[in-house]
């Protein structure tokens, strides 16, 4: 770790302003992720669901955040870079279990998930504590890895309660976040075969994950007014 948060293969090679021209450049996949979900809503014609608009909000933030943050690489920038892209992974899983679980469920299945993955972090650093040699891109695989299980046991869950077809859209998001960590995680590994590292590819699969996140829980809310106005049409029939 720097005085400034963790280090990456662009870290000392500035290019005009920026201090990693790459991985401040790749930050607009991220807001063009969040424009990109954005029309999708403005298509569907539900308006604009207050859950995803928080989602909305946050993925942008976190492209805003991390591009101050690898342009200038101030404990400011980066509380911004992490704090929005923290908060969304909390608010989709809410969202998400909400849809399998109800409520309650997805209170509790939010907070878990994140306890659960800082807890897989904690027990490894004090079990190996070889693990605090290692840079904080490879200390955070444990936590990735509780993610990414807690993801595939929810994919098999939608796919039983709601189908393939609603659930390979949220599939193919958690295996673009899983390759997303991967690639962060290998950043500093690969610096002499590609010198400016693999983190840039985090923030477009990353964001890749973020929008289809966003469209599978937009397709279920369409899919909700669809059934909504369905039944009344067969209310009014049976009146008539």
């Not at 090679?13 to 991220?30: D, G, K, Q, R, Y």
């Not at 679980?101 to 659960?116: M, N, T």
Request: glycine share 8%; net charge positive; proline share 5%.
């Amino acid at each position: 770790m720097t005085p400034h948060g963790p280090l990456y293969c662009e870290t000392g090679h500035p290019w005009l302003f920026m201090a990693e021209p790459v991985n401040t450049i790749t930050n607009a996949f991220i807001v063009l992720a969040a424009i990109l979900a954005w029309r999708e809503v403005r298509r569907a014609k539900v308006g604009m669901p207050f859950d995803l608009t928080i989602l909305l909000f946050l993925l942008f933030a976190t492209g805003i955040g991390s591009f101050f943050w690898h342009a200038f690489r101030t404990r400011v920038a980066l509380a911004f870079d992490a704090l929005p892209g923290l908060l969304f992974l909390f608010v989709f899983s809410g969202l998400w279990i909400n849809r399998l679980f109800g409520r309650w469920a997805a209170i509790f299945g939010a907070f878990g998930l994140l306890i659960a993955a800082a807890g897989s972090i904690y027990l490894t650093v004090t079990l190996f504590p070889v693990m605090r040699t290692f840079p904080p891109a490879i200390s955070l695989a444990p936590g990735y890895a509780t993610i990414s299980l807690i993801g595939f046991s929810l994919v098999v869950v939608t796919v039983r309660k709601i189908g393939w077809t609603s659930a390979e859209i949220v599939a193919g998001a958690l295996v673009c976040a899983i390759t997303a960590a991967v690639c962060r995680s290998i950043d500093l590994a690969v610096c002499s075969v590609i010198p400016f590292g693999t983190h840039f590819l985090w923030h477009i699969l990353l964001s890749t994950a973020a929008y289809l996140g966003i469209v599978f829980l937009l397709r279920q809310k369409v899919r909700e007014a669809h059934a909504s106005t369905g039944s009344c049409f067969d209310r009014l029939s049976m009146r008539s």
